[in-house]
């Protein structure tokens, strides 16, 4: 099955499982950021979603395919913490066991919410997120346990991308141009695929931007040195099999840097009294920086999850 036939039956197939299963989370319209912009604007609330995040579309959907088999053999999964925390909470539903492997830099929030679910989670003794899914790979095969990738896989492409973007277009049928996240391409590219031919403008942190020297050297970057910051969720290489799906559909990358993000999820809560995670707020930061570049129709921006410590949350307060 090519990739265009994977996601083309993928996810209508998404969609199908999760509705009644997911929150169909709001569009809201921004009068700051339409103002600002000069093109009506929507911010597409997946922080509202259940976990906190987008990710529990993929997660619910992925554990959905496993077989018998390896439902009683388990699965393991590596995560900076969101996708985490929604295979946590959909293997619980499901009855499967799970392990949780995570750099040892994941957000406090994150890897609570985890434990809190029930999971077995494994701290690695690295800061990056590369880094701990090589060594989770290799714990998956000495366990025998399935791997599930929290972007490189099509039906979490599918899933976190594909059923955001066909909700998306119905409620905002006229929006042309959608700003959206990017860490290891499972949401954006699965996002890109449902609403191609459309505008793409991608978000990255400037210390960690995969995606760019992926165009730049004409093949996936999907290692890349740990850097230090509050936004983990968009840290490191992007992913082998979402980066052929999005670049040929991308318009625009944008980067923004840790004190551009930091006012990103301030802008958020003084404009739209929303908390939203520094990952999240990438593509506020993109807008509010004017890197998005200039701007002719209807705009979805797209908030991936509002899962932070109350530690974060000082830092960022206290920033000016």
């Not at 929030?109 to 029930?118: I, N, P, R, S």
């Not at 998956?140 to 099509?154: C, K, L, Q, V």
């Amino acid at each position: 099955m090519t990739t265009a036939d994977s996601l083309a039956q993928l996810i209508p197939q998404a969609a199908a499982y999760l509705k009644g299963r997911v929150r169909r989370t709001p569009l809201e319209f921004s009068p700051a950021l339409t103002e600002l912009l000069g093109v009506p604007v929507w911010l597409k609330l997946e922080s509202l979603q259940l976990t906190g995040s987008f990710k529990i579309r993929g997660a619910l959907f992925r554990l959905s395919l496993l077989t018998e088999q390896e439902r009683r053999d388990g699965a393991l999964t590596c995560s900076a913490g969101n996708h985490g925390k929604a295979v946590a909470y959909a293997a619980r539903k499901m009855g499967v066991r799970i392990a949780i492997c995570v750099p040892k830099s994941v957000d406090r929030a994150k890897h609570d919410g985890m434990l809190a679910l029930g999971a077995d989670v494994r701290v690695s003794d690295f800061d990056g997120y590369d880094e701990t899914e090589e060594w989770a790979r290799k714990m998956a095969a000495d366990e025998a346990r399935t791997f599930i990738s929290g972007f490189d896989d099509y039906a979490i492409m599918a899933a976190n991308g594909g059923t955001v973007a066909l909700e998306v277009v119905e409620d905002a049928p006229s929006a042309r141009t959608f700003v959206l996240p990017v860490g290891g391409g499972g949401l954006s590219a699965g996002f890109a695929y449902a609403v191609h031919p459309s505008r793409i403008v991608a978000c990255q942190h400037a210390l960690s931007p995969a995606l760019r020297l992926s165009l730049d050297s004409g093949s996936a970057v999907t290692k890349l040195p740990a850097v230090e910051t509050m936004a983990g969720g968009i840290e490191g290489g992007i992913g082998a099999l979402t980066f052929p799906v999005l670049a040929p559909r991308l318009d625009r990358v944008a980067l923004v840097t840790e004190d551009e993000i930091v006012e990103g999820v301030q802008w958020m809560l003084a404009h739209h009294q929303y908390l939203i995670e520094p990952t999240a707020a990438v593509t506020v930061a993109a807008c509010l920086s004017g890197k998005i570049g200039e701007l002719h129709d209807p705009t979805v921006v797209v908030i991936s999850g509002r899962n932070v410590s109350a530690d974060t949350v000082k830092k960022i307060l206290c920033r000016s």
